[in-house]
């Protein structure tokens, strides 16, 4: 799948929404002031990118030579 089809860039999005409610219940726990919504939601998909980024270097770097 293309990396800007609007799928992959739509799923970031509501999967980083989804970590936003992660990232506020975290600060909250760590008693630090929680982030509005937007931020919170950008931050989960700033975090979903890189761990997927990690992934994928992982991944290419372990895989066997051809």
Do not use: D, F, Y
């Amino acid at each position: 799948m293309n990396q800007t089809s609007p799928v992959s860039t739509g799923a970031a999005a509501i999967t980083g929404a989804m970590l936003g409610g992660c990232i506020v219940w975290a600060c909250q726990a760590m008693k630090l002031p929680a982030p509005p919504a937007e931020v919170a939601g950008t931050l989960g998909a700033i975090l979903l990118t890189g761990a997927h980024t990690v992934s994928n270097w992982l991944s290419n770097r372990n895989a066997p030579k051809q």
